[in-house]
């Protein structure tokens, strides 16, 4: 199964931007990157997915290096309900989940 | 719309006995995973369907764990003869198709005494 590697934990303050690594250097050409967030409790959320470019939604945006062997995921501005585990996976059919980023966000 | 729904969301059986996990994924939504979850660990995979057939189910852990999906929509995760490492939340997942964003229910937790 195509990898994933990223931070245990990271720390953010409230209303600045947040910029979680994710290394991914096995993937294969057709290997999307995806990102699911996990709050205590409740199940992983989508948050956002990409193949090249980099994109855009109303959560977060992706930015997808060239050789495709890294990404970063990026909150523009944290609030304190994105304090969660940040997953970054690599989807073709069945989907591995790592261990993933837990973010702190201090008021 | 309605999201991923997971029944019962709580579950707790005697070791050795049957139990059923039932998953309504998203209407229209071709793809259907489970997992499972333990404290402080990220989703492990189980099965993933492409409509009513298995499509990979490698990761179920023995065979005493079976999933089937017999229309396409309704998925039920049967366990049998529990053991009390099979304690965890079981997640299910559905998304439009093959490589689409997958979309997660609350989870059941089930706790094998």
């Known amino acids: 199964d195509a990898k994933t590697t990223q931070p245990n934990s990271m720390e953010s303050n409230e209303e600045e931007p947040v910029h979680l690594p994710c290394n991914h250097s096995?993937?294969?050409?057709?290997?999307?990157i995806h990102w699911y967030r996990q709050l205590p409790s409740q199940g992983p959320e989508y948050v956002i997915h990409?193949?090249?470019s980099n994109v855009n939604n109303r959560m977060a945006s992706l930015a997808i290096a060239e050789d495709r062997k890294s990404s970063t995921l990026i909150l523009h501005r944290a609030t304190l309900r994105d304090a969660a585990v940040y997953y970054c996976?690599?989807?073709?059919?069945?989907?591995?989940f790592g261990g993933g980023t837990r973010l702190m966000v201090k008021p | 719309g309605a999201g991923v729904s997971q029944t019962p969301s709580n579950k707790v059986t005697e070791k050795g006995k049957y139990v059923e996990l039932r998953c309504d994924p998203i209407?229209?939504?071709?793809?259907l995973y489970w997992y499972r979850q333990s404290l402080g660990q990220g989703p492990e995979f189980l099965i993933y369907?492409?409509?009513?057939?298995?499509?990979?189910d490698s990761g179920l852990p023995n065979d005493r764990f079976f999933a089937v999906r017999p229309e396409g929509s309704v998925s039920t995760l049967k366990i049998q003869r529990t053991e009390r490492g099979d304690s965890a939340v079981y997640l299910c997942?559905?998304?439009?198709?093959?490589?689409?964003?997958?979309?997660f229910g609350p989870g059941t937790r089930l706790t094998v005494t």
């Open positions: 997942a559905s998304s439009l198709n093959e490589g689409g964003g997958q979309y």
């Open positions: 096995t993937i294969s050409g057709t290997d999307y």
């Open positions: 990409g193949l090249t």
């Open positions: 996976i690599l989807r073709d059919e069945r989907v591995t």
């Open positions: 209407s229209g939504h071709t793809a």
């Open positions: 369907f492409q409509g009513t057939g298995a499509a990979d």
